[in-house]
């Protein structure tokens, strides 16, 4: 069946067959199709498309696709790959709808979380299909995820020492039942972002040469650590959601998450690993790397940013269409 190029589209006689597969859009008597339509149905041999007056083979029509259009590759081989898994999906602008919505990406794109989060917030059921360089796609479900844990916490009065990079107690209950810093030796060790949260919420006092006063420790900690206190933000967040907060530098991650620990003798899966990104620019093989990895020890990857004064999270995970 032959076809011709007009302007941005591929026009052919109406057919009810093409159609009926769900490709086109009908105009009288003419079938307009997207030009990944239209590359897709010359690459299953159900059309020839022609122009200037001779058939365009598959590599020159790809490249007039590509020079209306220079996202074009990313475009096809997720409609082709989603085709040819028998998704019946159209393409509108630079997304695949269907059931899901799909957004493809190219591999070397970089991408900012707030960016996504703005695009999720328009669909249900959001899918990246991020393209790699040997034209095979890889599927992210995205969630905007409200995260609410069930941990309480009454704790009495305790005291700590300011050590190099840490605070140090021999208070033991704090680690055994609420599962804060890491015990050794009858010693606990506790984190900046946990000694900081406990000194704000009145129950740990701090000392260095002399008793630390929450300031006093803020621009302590912020000098030894980058980002504390960004760091220190979502950390706390997480804890007024009720979570039990704990480093997920095993996981390349910020922190990971449980809903609840009454003992670490019975310590329960952390569910979530938390990653500290707000608006930089992050390259898709790094968030396919988060996502793998959260996946492999049975997690899922969430993203934090801020937005508007609030701290908002994104989840991505790796799915099969």
Same mark, same amino acid.
């Given at each position: 069946? !032959?076809?011709?190029?007009? *302007?941005?589209?591929?026009?052919?006689?109406?057919?009810?067959?093409?159609?009926?597969?769900?490709?086109?859009?009908?105009?009288?008597?003419?079938?307009?199709?997207?030009?990944? !339509?239209?590359?897709?149905?010359? +690459?299953?041999?159900?059309?020839?498309?022609?122009?200037?007056?001779?058939?365009?083979?598959?590599?020159?029509?790809?490249?007039?696709?590509?020079?209306?259009?220079?996202?074009?590759?990313?475009l096809y081989f997720a409609y082709e790959d989603l085709r040819d898994r028998g998704r019946k999906i159209k393409p509108?602008? %630079?997304?695949?709808?269907?059931?899901?919505?799909?957004?493809? =990406?190219?591999?070397?794109?970089?991408?900012? @979380?707030?960016?996504?989060? !703005?695009?999720?917030?328009?669909?249900?059921?959001?899918?990246?299909?991020?393209?790699?360089?040997?034209?095979?796609?890889?599927?992210?479900?995205?969630?905007?995820?409200?995260?609410? *844990?069930?941990? !309480?916490?009454? @704790?009495?009065? &305790?005291?700590?020492?300011?050590?190099?990079?840490?605070? =140090?107690?021999?208070?033991?209950?704090?680690?055994?039942?609420?599962?804060?810093?890491?015990?050794?030796?009858?010693?606990? +060790?506790?984190s900046l972002v946990e000694s900081l949260y406990l000194a704000e919420k009145g129950v740990l006092e701090i000392y260095?040469?002399?008793?630390?006063?929450?300031?006093?420790?803020?621009?302590?900690?912020?000098?030894?650590?980058?980002?504390? =206190?960004?760091?220190?933000?979502?950390?706390?967040?997480?804890?007024?959601?009720?979570?039990?907060?704990?480093?997920?530098?095993?996981?390349?991650?910020?922190?990971?998450?449980?809903?609840?620990?009454?003992?670490?003798?019975?310590?329960?899966?952390?569910?979530? =690993?938390?990653?500290?990104?707000?608006?930089?620019?992050?390259?898709?093989?790094?968030?396919?790397?988060?996502? %793998? &990895?959260?996946?492999?020890?049975?997690?899922?990857?969430?993203?934090?940013?801020?937005?508007?004064?609030?701290?908002?999270?994104?989840?991505?995970?790796?799915?099969?269409?």
């Amino acid at each position: 069946m !032959e076809a011709s190029i007009e *302007g941005d589209f591929v026009v052919l006689q109406h057919s009810k067959n093409i159609e009926r597969r769900g490709f086109g859009v009908k105009r009288g008597n003419r079938l307009l199709l997207h030009p990944v !339509e239209a590359v897709y149905l010359v +690459s299953k041999g159900k059309i020839g498309v022609r122009w200037k007056g001779r058939t365009l083979t598959f590599p020159e029509l790809f490249r007039w696709a590509v020079s209306r259009n220079p996202d074009f590759p990313s475009l096809y081989f997720a409609y082709e790959d989603l085709r040819d898994r028998g998704r019946k999906i159209k393409p509108v602008d %630079r997304f695949l709808t269907g059931r899901s919505v799909f957004l493809p =990406l190219s591999e070397r794109e970089k991408i900012t @979380m707030p960016w996504l989060f !703005e695009i999720k917030r328009n669909f249900d059921n959001f899918i990246l299909a991020v393209v790699d360089e040997e034209s095979e796609v890889t599927y992210y479900k995205v969630t905007d995820i409200e995260l609410t *844990g069930k941990q !309480e916490e009454k @704790m009495g009065r &305790l005291r700590g020492y300011f050590v190099g990079d840490r605070v =140090l107690t021999d208070n033991t209950s704090i680690f055994r039942k609420y599962f804060y810093g890491t015990e050794k030796n009858g010693i606990v +060790s506790l984190s900046l972002v946990e000694s900081l949260y406990l000194a704000e919420k009145g129950v740990l006092e701090i000392y260095a040469d002399k008793k630390l006063d929450v300031e006093e420790i803020k621009k302590l900690s912020a000098t030894v650590e980058d980002n504390f =206190l960004r760091r220190y933000e979502v950390y706390k967040d997480l804890k007024e959601r009720g979570f039990v907060v704990k480093t997920g530098f095993k996981f390349g991650s910020d922190f990971r998450i449980y809903e609840e620990v009454r003992s670490v003798k019975d310590l329960p899966h952390s569910k979530y =690993l938390v990653a500290v990104v707000d608006d930089r620019k992050m390259p898709l093989y790094e968030i396919a790397r988060a996502v %793998r &990895l959260a996946q492999n020890v049975r997690k899922k990857m969430v993203f934090a940013f801020g937005r508007n004064g609030e701290i908002k999270y994104i989840a991505l995970e790796r799915v099969r269409v």
